[in-house]
């Protein structure tokens, strides 16, 4: 019964804790695009794994430099024979036979030391690299935390901007709905009054429907699109997020497009693979350091304890203390320090080799980000000004329409052309914004 009750309380105990997760109220946020990263640097999941990895490589340098620091161990063991071991010495010494041999017994029962042991390293070539190796991967635990940092950066830039440009979208087709919907009403009370023939209300009722089902599933992508920008800052989903800026406060002409031939320098890709290929050096040199010979200092002192009383086992001592050098010199291996000689360096033509791909492939994405961003931008002017054109044909289309001058279709044709420029605007929109991301990114304006 008592098992039973105890397994009650638990169950009625998750239980609570699960009904008090579910009714918890979710955090209400409204950020800009600075605050929205400045959140991300601080929750963003792969951004606080690389900040545990500096941490990692911080505590690895801390232990390659205990290497050189003095060694101390304590030791103590307690023995029991449970059958003293046996020599045997010349019988002659005990009066016998020469040439036999009398079985003796040396030592006692019980035997029992305490001792401490101290060992410094004085000279090792191998230990002086790897200082040099572990401060070189603690650098590059810090680049690779900056790459997590800048790739936290461009995918909220990118989050927020496509929920930027799902906003300007619906306020486009609010703005086509509320005239649609007012020409709708216009064309119908011509109609009941006999002015206007059904197929006219018809084909805007079309498009009526059109926009707002369109309506609809943008706003659902603008929810899906928070999301997203929630999930990329490592904010709760549940939590209510608003955002606090425009697409027109964006100046798409503030990229700096002066790359020159040293700009693939900014890159943290690059700074990366120099960092590498000095790691790969140092390991070279840790190889040929094997080569020299290295030298140890050491000391022991103990207190040894024997009795065939266990009783009295520790009433007499017998110290032992000595000190030491230890000088160890490398002959031969077998050729295993020469090959791995040769396999370090030939990772380090590798690594050179990367190097020089890295800087190429930098140089390569420079120069297509900034064309892409130039296109872009050129698009979206030339999608800005057949956005205002088929605006101005619309309305003009519908005074011929509204003076008997023009047709029912011509404003329907308009009507289709405002939607498809907006369309087309939008698009380009989006596109200058992100290549504008990426152009930044390219040029390592983002840091």
Known sequence: MKTIRVLLTAVLMLSFASLWAQTETPKAYNFNLEQCINYAYEHQTALLNAGIDQKIADAKVKETIGIGL??????????DFLKIPVSLVPAEIFGGTAGTFQPVQFGVKYNSSVGVSVNQLLFSGSYIVGLQAS??????SQRAY????IETNVAVKKAFYMVLVNNKRVELLDANISQLKAQLDQTQALFDNGFAEKIDADRLKVLFNNLTTEKTNVLRSLELGKAMLKFQMGMPVENELTLN?????IKLDEVDLMADSSTYKNRIE?????????????????YK???????????????QYQNNSFADLYDRSFPTTVIGLQLNVPIFSGGQRLQ???????????????LYNAKNAINLDIKNSITTYKNSVTSLESQQKNLDLASEVLRVTKI???QGVGSSIEVTQAQTSLKEAENNYINALYDALISKVDTEKATGLIK
Not at 70 to 79: E, H, S, W, Y
Not at 294 to 303: Q, R
């Open 135 to 140: 401060k070189t991967f603690k650098e590059l």
């Open 146 to 149: 900056n790459r997590s940092k």
């Open 400 to 402: 011929k329409y509204e």
């Open 70 to 79: 003095p060694q101390i161990n304590g030791t103590a063991d307690l023995r």
């Open 340 to 354: 791995k000689v040769k396999q370090a360096q030939f990772t380090v033509l590798k690594s050179n080799n990367d």
């Open 289 to 303: 350091s094997e080569y020299l010979p290295s030298l140890a200092a050491f000391g022991n002192s103990s207190l």
């Open 270 to 286: 690059y700074n990366l693979a120099e960092t590498q290929l000095k790691l790969n050096q140092l390991d070279l040199k840790r």
């Open 245 to 249: 800026g425009s697409i027109e406060a």
